[in-house]
């Protein structure tokens, strides 16, 4: 059997697929027609075409922990561009995202992910990113789930990078669990220093049990949150 060989040709198709669910939003954005329902219908079958495409062989583990009556602030490592289309693949559209800031400044793509409920995030400006977070925790008391990757950008080696304090703030703000997800194999599907994607990788998805941030009551904020981050980083890292 030949070896599967990286290609360009399928990292361009997912940019096309990416596009094409973006120009509508912002059309119906300047129509004044966006709707939540519709945003999500795009977003589900745009996972299931970018999985696809990467013949992404997607395998889960612990779907028995989600709580379908649930609202969840949802924590990853992060390792490649996939993993978003991959947890929307796999947990659904009932899903927003806090991303840095640049992202929103790519043409077309980022106006859309402002109209579809996508929450940028300025972590050089402690007041702009205390307002996403704002803008998050209303979204979580609308029942939309929200992801957050804690290592705050991409991970080059696999390994987890030291986690930021802004998601476990919001948890422990809003009084909602975290889900802990592991994601394996992604980063071979698209590492984070490549442009082109090996098809067929096989991604693993792990969910842990939910850990209810509402029980951390012991001691002022800043060991709450440390001891949240601790536990967090605990499942997130066994499920890798």
Same mark, same amino acid.
């Given at each position: ?31 004044? !027609?966006?709707? =939540?329902?519709?945003?999500? *219908?795009?977003? /589900? ?5 970018? %999985?696809?495409? #990467? ?72 007041? !702009?990113?205390? =307002?996403?977070?704002?803008? *998050?925790?209303? /979204? ?5 789930? %929200?992801?957050? #990757? ?91």
């Amino acid at each position: 059997m030949p070896a599967v060989r990286k290609s360009l040709a399928v990292s361009l198709s997912n940019l096309y697929e990416t596009l094409a669910i973006s120009w509508p939003t912002v059309v119906d954005a300047m129509l004044g !027609r966006v709707t =939540k329902e519709t945003c999500d *219908a795009r977003l /589900a079958a745009w996972s299931k075409k970018i %999985v696809g495409h #990467a013949r992404m062989d997607v395998s889960v583990t612990g779907r028995e922990n989600i709580d379908p009556g649930a609202t969840y602030v949802l924590m990853s490592n992060h390792q490649s561009h996939y993993d978003v289309p991959v947890l929307f693949y796999v947990v659904g559209a009932n899903l927003r995202m806090l991303a840095k800031i640049e992202l929103f400044k790519i043409p077309i793509f980022g106006k859309a992910a402002r109209q579809a409920g996508f929450i940028p995030v300025d972590r050089s400006n402690r007041t !702009r990113a205390m =307002k996403s977070l704002q803008v *998050a925790k209303d /979204a979580l008391a609308r029942g939309v789930h %929200v992801w957050i #990757a804690p290592e705050g950008t991409r991970s080059r080696t696999g390994d987890l990078l030291p986690f930021k304090k802004g998601g476990f703030t919001l948890a422990l703000d809003a009084g909602l669990p975290i889900l802990p997800i592991s994601i394996q194999g992604t980063r071979i599907a698209l590492p984070a220093s490549d442009v082109r994607s090996l098809p067929d990788a096989k991604v693993r998805v792990t969910i842990s049990p939910p850990i209810e941030a509402r029980h951390y009551t012991e001691g002022d904020l800043k060991t709450r949150r440390a001891a949240l981050m601790g536990d967090v980083r605990r499942a997130i890292e066994s499920g890798l």
